[in-house]
């Protein structure tokens, strides 16, 4: 679940929330090793239903369960200045959207 998402300068955002790395360890056997990926995908969708995914980085935990976690992402390269719904997932389970709308001052350079 997403609490929060600040722009902390440079191009990159601070998002907050809670099971940002799932909610447990979801690991299996079977023909080969089935283990989780331990870190939240960061997904934006703008509103002509195109999808970016954001490199997230920093991650307060990479241990599972309902606590309050933070990560840090930077924008895709191809995001431009919009409204996006923000989600983040984490072994297959994604958070609700939020909305995050980003500035042309947030994308720096000269996008």
């Known amino acids: 679940m997403v609490d929060k998402v600040e722009y ?3 191009g990159v955002f601070n998002l907050t ?5 799932g909610p447990s ?4 056997y079977g023909d080969d090793v089935q283990s989780n990926e331990n870190y939240p995908i960061v ?5 002509g239903g195109l999808v970016f995914y954001c490199r997230s980085r920093d991650w307060t935990s990479t241990g599972v369960g309902n606590v309050s ?3 840090r992402f930077t924008l895709n390269p191809e995001v431009v200045p919009g409204i996006y719904q923000l989600t983040a ?3 297959g389970i994604s958070s609700a959207p939020v909305q995050l709308a980003v500035t042309a001052e ?6």
């Open 8 to 10: 902390s300068g440079d």
């Open 17 to 21: 929330g809670r099971q940002l790395n």
């Open 25 to 28: 360890d979801a690991s299996a």
């Open 43 to 47: 997904r934006l969708q703008n509103s």
């Open 69 to 71: 976690e933070s990560v």
């Open 89 to 91: 997932s984490a072994g």
């Open 106 to 111: 947030e994308l720096g350079g000269d996008r």
